[in-house]
């Protein structure tokens, strides 16, 4: 991703999509799928590294995503929030890593320049309206506690923790939507905000 620095990129992607009532990664999306069209903003991020967890749905993602490029995690917990997909996700993190990047499997408008900015030790992007945002950085200081997270916004009490300095990427434009309801997809759809 940057001379000298091997980053790993972490796709979230292994939720049940209770709240939408059908998996979201599949969601029809830009000719796709809403995992492929975020798998391919991954890709573009020049990760040395790129892993995605798989939970719910495993099967039919398999099946109709593109993985290429990417190493699926497995997540048998996957129900018990995306903790434990951080979590599980870590054992496959490439030892040779010096950060790892956060980014959510049901949000394509991550512009690739963001993540390239984003610095350590937990590096986080500032969108317009003062509203922090993914994607999340995490330098290898913080490994050992992303190997231990458990719970839905885990990853939120460790950023706020004040355990670790938090550098925040100011980011022009608002947190680009993602999808938890049939509301925000037919929003991710028309291109409104959030």
């Known amino acids: 991703m940057s001379e000298g620095v091997f980053v790993t990129g972490l796709v979230l992607a292994a939720g049940a999509s209770r709240r939408l009532g059908r998996p979201k990664q599949l969601l029809p999306y830009g000719g796709r799928t809403l ?44 129900g018990t929030g995306c903790g434990s997909s951080i979590a599980h996700a870590m054992d496959a993190v490439d ?25 350590g030790p937990i590096g986080v992007c500032r969108y317009s309206g003062d509203e922090l ?41 608002p947190v680009p939507r993602d999808v938890d309801t049939d509301q925000d997809y037919q929003a991710l759809l028309s291109g409104r905000p959030r």
């Open 35 to 78: 995992l492929d069209a975020t798998l391919t903003m991954a890709r573009s991020c020049g990760f040395d590294q790129l892993l995605v967890t798989l939970g719910g749905a495993a099967t039919q993602v398999r099946e109709v995503v593109d993985l290429s490029g990417c190493e699926p995690v497995d997540v048998p917990d996957y």
């Open 133 to 173: 945002g993914h994607p999340f950085r995490f330098d290898r200081e913080i490994f050992g506690d992303l190997r231990v997270l458990h719970g839905d916004k885990a990853v939120w009490k460790l950023l706020h923790s004040g355990r670790y300095a938090v550098n925040e990427t100011p980011v022009d434009g």
């Open 95 to 119: 030892p040779r890593a010096d950060a790892v990047v956060l980014l959510l499997g049901d949000q394509p408008g991550i512009d690739p320049e963001d993540v390239r900015r984003l610095r």
